[in-house]
């Protein structure tokens, strides 16, 4: 499932903005606990097709809770906004769906969020049944604020195995040198090397991601996050830029691609059609093919991690994306034991199971052992290991930031890739957050 929607630019707004900096500014919850129902427990998620499982979670829960919980589904196009709204006040769910780093951020500034560590102290397995690259999304100033609750989406490389045979390419590119010959390869086939659905702005995100990893490691993304905006004028930075500027100027990506939307299915087309060789994006991919064009998915699509950058600092099995999704406490909840007693559902064995069923991939250490029960085993035990062994997994930075920062992340990555900043443009567009 595509989890990218939440920021269809109904975040963009002022208004979200506003509701941003308020938060920053309060200085705690706007109730207490004798406020709230009693024997109810309300949990808040993002309204989508995973809205089953989480259903069978709280089923699973009522069965033997003398408190019960209400699941209250919100549409994903105004899922945000209405936290936004709501979370300062007596409406505010005692449990709710979040993407962890900043989509959080505010709220623990405003001193709304349970820190989870005396639940994780009392149960371990809060913790230590979940991956670590995945669990550590949650953790803000040392404290544990989110527990992992669907599927993780890694950032991947995915290909078109018939268009890389025809153009000469024997496999996948390793390192960014073998990408740059494989463009080359697929523009004298000509193809374009790299769908990019630009007009959405958040797919050319990912290249920088990527690429400012493989460069410089994850610190300096992780000081930038800290407030150090003076990493963005580094020479590490400036490195990455420069390399993305050589793959632009190399014809990776056309020169239409501010045009094209993943959203619309345009991108995933010109993979699926041979008319690309490569598309950078989540693992929902996969599933977004296999909807489409299931012949394709099934015995075509290839996939691959980001190629690793010669010289560079970051860790090659470093990952990108969406870590996983959460689950956080208000601190005002009437019933914050039961509240741990319903986390512990999201390391069960029936949780994982259900989840893929319907293709989500559970970052829980007990996983593996259902992967065979995925609809392509072999795609999910490679996302699963990927993200297993992965040393650090960055949270897209557009999740990363508090999203009022999205606007200015967004623009400024699409500016620099059609040529309308340069590279001090770009820095200082990244310094003003």
């Known amino acids: 499932m595509n989890n990218r929607t ?21 200085g705690g919850g706007g109730g207490d606990a004798s406020s709230r129902p009693e024997n109810e ?9 995973s809205n089953k499982v989480e259903q069978a979670m709280v089923d699973k829960f009522n069965e033997t809770s003398d408190v019960k919980i209400v699941l209250d589904t919100i549409p994903g196009a105004d899922y945000q906004t209405k936290l936004q709204t709501i979370i300062d006040t007596d409406s505010a769910p005692d449990i709710f769906f979040n993407w962890g780093g900043g989509s959080i951020a505010n709220f623990v500034k405003a001193d709304l969020l349970m820190p989870l ?4 102290e009392e149960d371990p397995q ?18 544990s604020y989110g527990i992992p609750m669907r599927g993780t989406q890694p950032v991947m490389l995915f290909n078109n195995s018939e268009v890389l045979k025809q153009a000469g390419i024997d496999a996948p590119p390793a390192t960014w040198d073998e990408l740059l010959e494989a463009v080359e390869k697929l523009k004298a086939a000509g193809v ?3 769908a990019l659905g630009g ?14 990893d493989r460069v410089a490691g994850e610190d300096l993304f992780q000081s930038a996050l800290d407030g150090d905006t003076e990493v963005w004028d580094s020479e590490e930075s400036r490195e990455a830029l420069g390399k993305l500027r050589e793959l632009i100027d190399a014809g990776a990506f056309g020169t239409n691609f501010d045009s094209v939307k993943f959203t619309d299915g345009g991108s995933p087309t010109l993979l699926s059609s041979g008319r690309a060789g490569f598309e950078l994006m989540g693992s929902w991919a996969y599933a977004t093919h296999l909807d489409a064009n299931p012949e394709f998915a099934e ?18 099995d470093n990952l990108a994306g969406n870590t996983n999704n959460f689950y956080s406490v208000h601190k005002d909840t009437r019933y914050p034991e039961e509240a741990g007693e319903f986390l512990k559902l999201m390391y069960s064995d029936e949780f994982v199971q259900e989840q893929i069923a319907i293709g989500n991939l559970p970052t829980t250490t007990n996983t593996e052992e259902f992967l065979g029960e995925a609809s392509n085993p072999e795609y999910a035990k490679y ?32 500016q620099f890739f059609s040529g309308q900043i340069d590279e001090d443009g770009f820095i200082k567009a990244m310094q003003s957050l």
């Open 126 to 143: 809060l913790k230590d049944a979940f991956l670590p690259s995945v669990f550590e999304t949650a953790v803000i100033d040392d404290k």
């Open 6 to 26: 939440w920021m269809s630019r109904s975040l963009a707004g002022t208004a979200v903005m506003m509701l941003g900096l308020t938060l920053a500014g309060c």
């Open 383 to 414: 996302q699963f290991d990927l993200v297993k062994e992965a040393p650090h997994f960055q949270l897209s930075w557009d999740q990363a930031y508090p999203p009022e920062a999205t606007v200015t992340i967004h623009t400024a990555v699409a």
């Open 199 to 212: 007009a959405d702005q958040w797919p050319t995100q990912m290249w920088f991601q990527y690429v400012f």
């Open 192 to 194: 374009t090397p790299i």
């Open 41 to 49: 427990l309300h949990l808040a998620v993002y309204g989508d097709a």
């Open 299 to 316: 015995n075509v699509l290839g996939y691959s991690e980001f190629p690793a950058i010669e010289g560079g600092e970051g860790d090659p």
């Open 117 to 120: 560590d005396d639940f994780i």
